[in-house]
């Protein structure tokens, strides 16, 4: 009934095939009963009529318990009169999706219920004059459609099956060419370590000699500053194909600057546009920073803003503070509440401690008193720094 349906239904009308095929079969069931049964239709072959339509309807909610209040309903209909044939048909009907849905995986178990309670009754009632060629028929509706209803519940079964297995080899071979990409990155990226190291070993040592050579016999030097020039070129020329390599080509080069801090006040400005006020204070001299603190720097309160914006409630405080030897980036917003009742942040975190690993700093992110989420990341901006600041027992905290 439902793939009958399908076929002339719209898509977008697809998820009411179910329900649609339940209420035509529940309506043909309601109206063979008083067309099959005997003349002249009275109260009872209505109430029969009733009572399968709302059976046929209740079927796909509760297969079992419907089984057995259809088989109940039967017996008494055959106690108290001769049962109209269109009931075997709707017998046959709840067998089906009992043996479909069912919590056990044994259709002739459903088919034996109902045909059992029908024979039994019927013997009971009528005695020899129940058992004719013609409760074949009852046992063919009955056990067949059980065996309809377990074959198309293997059917799809498999077919979920196929469909899963499909998937899970598909992730597999997207991971399996990942790790494939990440091994060979990383096999460049030894060999690139291998060839800079050593043009930088042959740079240095070609330096030293120009220095011994520029104070005792300087017309010599511009052989070996030849010879340090070539091993720069030969390191650059390295670096430029590997990346290259690495370099997805659909890319497009940019020529941007990396970003830093100077463009926090940009950054700001975009949020404001979008009505998320952030109240901005700065602390100390700024300075020029080491690019790959300057990048981090950026990147965290960036990451931090925008998870206050996604994740928060109202506005947002950014504070940046020069030391001697650090810069330090505090992010603080009101936390959202959700149905949980609890703060729900986003995957930004782990972004922003990778960035403050790399830049060897530390960083610390979660709830503070006062129903407030903080970011807290201090990098450093020199050598001295970067040791005292792996030693405390909150580096890297999350």
């Not at 005695?127 to 009852?138: I, Y």
């Not at 071979?173 to 930088?200: F, P, T, Y």
Request: aromatic share 6%.
């Amino acid at each position: 009934m439902d793939t009958a349906i399908s076929r002339w239904m719209p898509p977008h009308l697809d998820r009411y095939r179910g329900p649609l095929g339940d209420v035509l079969l529940a309506a043909a069931g309601a109206a063979l009963v008083p067309y099959l049964g005997p003349a002249p239709v009275g109260v009872g072959t209505a109430l029969l009529a009733v009572a399968c339509a709302a059976l046929i309807l209740m079927r796909r909610r509760y297969p079992v318990p419907v089984l057995l209040a259809g088989a109940a309903v039967f017996m008494v209909t055959i106690a108290l009169a001769r049962p109209p044939d269109a009931m075997f048909l709707v017998a046959g009907v709840l067998t089906y999706s009992a043996a479909l849905s069912g919590p056990r995986r044994r259709p002739w178990f459903y088919a034996m219920v109902m045909w059992g309670s029908l024979m039994l009754c019927g013997s009971v009632v009528y005695l020899a004059d129940w058992w004719s060629t013609d409760q074949l028929t009852t046992f063919a509706i009955t056990f067949g459609g059980a065996a309809a209803g377990d074959s198309v519940r293997m059917r799809r079964a498999y077919v979920a099956e196929v469909t899963e297995r499909a998937r899970q080899a598909e992730t597999s071979r997207d991971e399996e060419a990942r790790r494939r990409v990440m091994d060979e990155r990383l096999r460049i990226a030894r060999e690139l370590h291998d060839v800079v190291a050593h043009h930088i070993a042959v740079i240095s040592v070609h330096a030293g000699a120009a220095g011994h050579v520029l104070r005792t016999e300087p017309e010599k030097v511009w052989p070996v500053l030849g010879h340090i020039r070539t091993a720069a070129d030969t390191v650059l020329h390295e670096i430029k194909s590997v990346v290259s390599v690495l370099r997805d080509p659909d890319d497009v080069p940019s020529t941007e600057p990396a970003p830093g801090v100077a463009r926090l006040p940009e950054l700001l400005t975009g949020l404001g546009a979008v009505g998320f006020a952030v109240r901005h204070r700065q602390r100390g001299e700024p300075r020029a920073l080491p690019a790959v603190v300057d990048l981090a720097a950026y990147r965290i309160a960036q990451e931090a803003l925008t998870n206050a914006h996604r994740y928060g409630d109202g506005g947002a405080t950014l504070e940046l503070e020069y030391t001697a030897d650090t810069v330090s980036i505090d992010v603080t917003n009101s936390i959202a509440r959700y149905g949980d009742g609890r703060p729900r942040p986003g995957f930004g975190l782990l972004g922003m401690r990778e960035r403050a690993v790399a830049a060897r700093g530390t960083i610390e992110a979660g709830p503070v008193a006062g129903g407030l989420f903080r970011v807290r990341a201090e990098l450093p901006t020199d050598e001295r720094a970067i040791d005292r600041l792996n030693a405390s027992p909150t580096a890297g905290r999350r």
